[in-house]
């Protein structure tokens, strides 16, 4: 049984038998922080994760902006389970903002447009354009020069096509974020704007 905004809900009658078996297998503290929280980002990963907790200021585009005060939880998903966690939260009336990869699909795109347009609690944000099909693409477009000088490749180090640094930032996520975002950088970058986008909206 879970306590909502307004009132309590008996999962068992709303959740799949998947949904059901991702949370019994699944780590414990999330689903907690989850149900506690007053609103959620979901990402799909540490990158984001790191991003978002780091430079929410600048992602807020408000100097002091602080995610705590904000009474915003980030959790990450590791992947596309979020959906587990949106299965859960329908009826609960508490805002609940997805960050994710449009992963190349045209129709992805289109289908959250329509969710979105529907849902006042729930809200999925992801790149317009499938060519930014993952989110370090779109930072390395956004910020190409500087990450070119900042991240450094040995010569037959690992390649995207004939791009060396973005192939680095794709086979290295957590280290690149971390390097990038963490709390000891002050890196000025551009960041996508469907990550901006989300976090007005939940911060609304």
Request: charged share 30%; with cysteine.
């Amino acid at each position: 049984i879970i306590i909502g905004q307004d009132s309590p809900k008996c999962v068992n009658e709303d959740i799949s038998e998947s949904c059901k078996y991702f949370f019994e297998k699944s780590d414990d503290y999330n689903l907690l922080q989850f149900l506690l929280c007053n609103k959620c980002i979901l990402v799909e990963g540490r990158t984001e994760y790191q991003l978002i907790n780091y430079k929410y200021s600048q992602l807020a585009n408000e100097e002091n902006a602080n995610i705590e005060k904000d009474n915003i939880d980030v959790i990450s998903c590791y992947g596309k389970s979020y959906k587990n966690y949106l299965e859960i939260a329908n009826g609960l009336g508490k805002k609940i903002c997805v960050i994710t990869d449009n992963d190349k699909k045209q129709d992805f795109i289109d289908e959250i447009k329509k969710e979105n347009a529907t849902n006042n609690y729930i809200k999925i944000f992801t790149d317009d354009d499938i060519a930014n099909w993952t989110f370090e693409v779109g930072l390395y477009k956004l910020n190409k020069e500087k990450l070119e000088n900042m991240i450094h490749v040995q010569k037959d180090g690992e390649s995207y096509k004939d791009k060396q640094v973005l192939g680095y930032m794709l086979n290295h996520k957590a280290d690149v974020s971390y390097d990038l975002f963490g709390k000891n950088h002050e890196y000025e970058l551009e960041y996508p704007q469907y990550i901006k986008d989300a976090i007005k909206w939940i911060r609304s």
